[in-house]
């Protein structure tokens, strides 16, 4: 507009000089335009993460690359990739991100015609969780900057996983050869719960949480589920969450943490040993609101499944961990150890573990706090390791392996 006002002054005054001004400006427009309708056609970004899988201490390489596949070079562009906070980038300083829990990382470059760029960096793993990386904009415009055009590119989100830090049981006090007593032999056979072979016809004194009720439907008399035998000792580890009374006290995130590591060094300990490891927490997967539960196996991947779960917990709950434990949808197979890692025992709770101690399994208490519990969960045994884990907590954090939990008081 203004160049063609330009224009007609300089043809409405005779001035060459305004009319040349004015063609030129009209010009540099309209190539200005033109250049931001395709400065990001047919440019291609990608990412290349070495791991998805890390423990707190570990180290990871990540890539950002950027393809220019067009005859026509793109003067500047700007990468801007989202990070979750916690993983730090070496080297690199990055931006209060848009969202909460996220920073910016941005790169300034520019393109020759079908050229590729490379940004190599890496991300340091000093706190447990599951980060993601992504989503990527772009942003690119003309020459002289007057128009630019912004865009999210189609690449996926990665995630990372940062296992929690676990740690040996002797060092948490535990006695090295037996720490949770002597375990049930194997000879015994007991019938796994969690594994469903077949049905027959019921039988008087077949519990009622036997009956397959689709089986009974089907074929229109009472039907019992049949269920794996097994001999395999079990150990089912229970992470209950809350480390106050009471919800509206918060969460302490000292407490969070050190109850992640012990749930997990309790797992790592027992695939060690050869028992079939489960998990429950009373929390939830990221975009999930169901209660996290692993039911007790040996496969080959399965303390993978176990630290994976228990780096995605945080401070929300999804219920109480008697409701959990006695969820019947979930049941722990028969004869299973069953090892509670808590900060606080609600009286609930107690009844719950005496219940399933009548049952004929052997439960054990590991708590992480120094705090005085107002209940007493005698006949069952307590092992108490917060005083253990701060020094190895304070050993951590000094040698660099680990941050202080966000949030904790220095």
Same mark, same amino acid.
């Given at each position: 507009?203004?160049?063609?006002?330009?224009?007609? %002054?300089?043809?409405?005054?005779?001035? +060459?000089?305004?009319?040349?001004?004015?063609? $030129? &400006?009209?010009? #540099?427009? =309209? /190539?200005?335009?033109?250049?931001?309708?395709?400065?990001?056609?047919?440019?291609?970004?990608?990412?290349?993460?070495?791991?998805?899988?890390?423990?707190?201490?570990?180290?990871?390489?990540?890539?950002?690359?950027?393809?220019?596949?067009?005859?026509?070079?793109?003067?500047?562009?700007?990468?801007?990739?989202?990070?979750?906070?916690?993983?730090? %980038?070496?080297?690199?300083?990055?931006? +209060?991100?848009?969202?909460?829990?996220?920073? $910016? &990382?941005?790169? #300034?470059? =520019? /393109?020759?015609?079908?050229?590729?760029?490379?940004?190599?960096?890496?991300?340091?793993?000093?706190?447990?969780?599951?980060?993601?990386?992504?989503?990527?904009?772009?942003?690119?415009?003309?020459?002289?900057?007057?128009?630019?055009?912004?865009?999210?590119?189609?690449?996926?989100?990665?995630?990372?996983?940062?296992?929690?830090?676990?740690?040996?049981?002797?060092?948490?006090?535990?006695?090295?050869?037996?720490?949770?007593?002597?375990?049930?032999?194997?000879?015994?056979?007991?019938?796994?719960?969690?594994?469903?072979?077949?049905?027959?016809?019921?039988?008087?004194?077949?519990?009622?949480?036997?009956?397959?009720?689709?089986?009974?439907?089907?074929?229109?008399?009472?039907?019992?589920?049949?269920?794996?035998?097994?001999?395999?000792?079990?150990?089912?580890?229970?992470?209950?969450?809350?480390?106050?009374?009471?919800?509206?006290?918060?969460?302490?995130p000292v407490l969070l943490e050190r109850g992640v590591s012990v749930a997990a060094s309790v797992a790592s300990w027992a695939v060690e040993s050869g028992s079939a490891v489960g998990?429950?927490?009373?929390?939830?997967?990221?975009?999930?609101?169901?209660?996290?539960?692993?039911?007790?196996?040996?496969?080959?991947?399965?303390?993978?499944?176990?630290?994976?779960?228990?780096?995605?917990?945080?401070?929300?709950?999804?219920?109480?961990?008697?409701?959990?434990?006695?969820?019947?949808?979930?049941?722990?197979?028969?004869?299973?150890?069953?090892?509670?890692?808590?900060?606080?025992?609600?009286?609930?709770?107690?009844?719950?573990?005496?219940?399933?101690?009548?049952?004929?399994?052997?439960?054990?208490?590991?708590?992480?706090?120094?705090?005085?519990?107002?209940?007493?969960?005698?006949?069952?045994?307590?092992?108490?390791?917060?005083?253990?884990?701060?020094?190895?907590?304070?050993?951590?954090?000094?040698?660099?392996?680990?941050?202080?939990?966000?949030?904790?008081?220095?």
């Open positions: 507009m203004a160049s063609a006002l330009l224009g007609l %002054v300089g043809f409405a005054s005779g001035s +060459a000089a305004l009319v040349i001004i004015g063609a $030129l &400006l009209f010009g #540099t427009g =309209a /190539l200005a335009r033109m250049w931001r309708r395709v400065c990001l056609e047919r440019v291609v970004y990608s990412r290349r993460l070495v791991e998805h899988c890390l423990f707190v201490g570990e180290r990871t390489g990540l890539t950002l690359i950027i393809e220019n596949r067009k005859p026509l070079p793109v003067p500047w562009i700007e990468v801007r990739e989202t990070m979750s906070r916690g993983m730090p %980038v070496t080297g690199v300083r990055t931006h +209060a991100g848009g969202s909460p829990g996220t920073q $910016l &990382l941005q790169r #300034t470059a =520019a /393109l020759g015609m079908h050229d590729r760029l490379e940004w190599p960096m890496e991300l340091r793993a000093v706190r447990r969780g599951y980060f993601r990386v992504g989503p990527t904009r772009l942003r690119s415009g003309d020459l002289f900057g007057f128009f630019d055009r912004e865009e999210e590119t189609g690449w996926p989100v990665d995630g990372i996983v940062v296992y929690p830090h676990v740690y040996l049981l002797g060092d948490l006090g535990f006695d090295s050869a037996r720490p949770f007593g002597e375990q049930r032999g194997g000879a015994r056979i007991y019938e796994d719960p969690s594994r469903v072979v077949g049905v027959r016809d019921y039988q008087p004194g077949d519990p009622m949480n036997r009956i397959d009720w689709h089986a009974t439907a089907r074929l229109g008399r009472m039907q019992s589920r049949l269920y794996e035998p097994s001999r395999a000792q079990a150990m089912v580890i229970a992470l209950n969450i809350p480390t106050f009374d009471y919800s509206w006290q918060g969460s302490d998990l429950i927490a009373n929390g939830s997967f990221p975009d999930a609101d169901r209660t996290i539960h692993i039911g007790a196996g040996r496969r080959p991947d399965q303390l993978n499944r176990v630290l994976e779960a228990l780096a995605m917990v945080t401070a929300f709950t999804t219920g109480e961990m008697s409701d959990a434990l006695e969820d019947s949808a979930h049941p722990i197979p028969a004869g299973a150890t069953i090892v509670l890692v808590a900060a606080v025992l609600p009286a609930e709770l107690v009844e719950t573990l005496r219940r399933l101690r009548g049952r004929g399994h052997r439960v054990h208490v590991v708590k992480t706090s120094s705090r005085v519990w107002d209940v007493d969960p005698a006949p069952i045994n307590v092992t108490e390791v917060a005083a253990a884990v701060e020094v190895l907590e304070a050993e951590a954090i000094a040698a660099g392996v680990m941050e202080a939990p966000e949030g904790a008081t220095p």
